[in-house]
């Protein structure tokens, strides 16, 4: 089982609609979850953090977080052709020693249409 | 941007060839990592390293190495590089003040052709 799953999309929503991202991950020892966005052909790109159960808003995005269910969500308002791109869940699982890595999901890709 | 550089940013090759990509930060962060990125397999890490000399294998380390001689610099070989080790590769840095949170901040991609 992968530390981090994401529903593969492709995501298609039109602009101004909600876009809602999901991941679900595996180990009850993650500490902290990472959204990212990437652009095609770009490096991803740090969107929001959390790791705190509830939500974090930061402009139009907010960040959903239910250890309890083990998921952690992406929400877009008021979505632009700006935002098409893919969308990359990661999680910080403590082991070992070390604090520093991060497991990636596969990624949603995302459309907005105008 | 972060401080993140990485050099070069294309590069063709053929098989057999060792090859070395170099990654420069400007942050004194305390991590680094490469990861490659292939279609359908999504971000894959093959090392990273939390201090100077201090090392370990990520998930698809098999054919490659690294080495961190300095805190800015890290570099990832492929000994004798092979098709499959055709990618695009990604550096990223992290560090925390907190110990709560070690967001990773990436550079900008190596695109390799192994031909």
């Known amino acids: 089982q992968k530390e981090v799953e994401q529903n593969s999309g492709p995501l298609s929503v039109p602009e101004g609609a909600i876009a809602s991202l999901n991941c679900t991950y595996s180990?009850?020892?993650?500490?902290?979850f990472f959204w990212y966005r990437q652009y095609s052909g770009k490096s991803p790109e740090l969107i929001m953090f959390i790791y705190s159960n509830g939500d974090k808003e930061d402009g139009r995005f907010t960040a959903q977080l239910n250890k309890a269910s083990q998921y952690v969500s992406l929400l877009i308002r008021d979505s632009q052709p700006s935002d098409s791109a893919t969308y990359l869940c990661?999680?910080?699982?403590?082991?070992?020693?070390?604090?520093?890595?991060?497991?990636f999901g596969r990624g949603t890709q995302l459309t907005v249409w105008p | 941007d972060a401080g993140i550089t990485q050099s070069p940013r294309h590069k063709v090759t053929e098989t057999g060839t060792p090859v070395t990509l170099r990654c420069h930060q400007t942050e004194n962060h305390r991590y680094m990592y490469w990861y490659r990125q292939d279609p359908g397999h999504g971000l894959r890490l093959i090392h990273y390293s939390y201090g100077v000399k201090d090392t370990d294998k990520g998930e698809v380390s098999d054919g490659y190495s690294v080495s961190r001689s300095k805190t800015e610099d890290f570099l990832l070989t492929l000994e004798s590089a092979t098709s499959s080790q055709t990618s695009v590769y990604f550096c990223?840095?992290?560090?925390?003040?907190?110990?709560?949170?070690?967001?990773?901040?990436f550079g900008p991609g190596t695109r390799l052709t192994v031909t």
């Open positions: 990223a840095i992290s560090d925390s003040t907190s110990g709560l949170t070690y967001e990773q901040y």
């Open positions: 180990d009850r020892g993650s500490q902290s």
């Open positions: 990661a999680v910080n699982i403590r082991r070992g020693s070390t604090l520093g890595r991060l497991y």
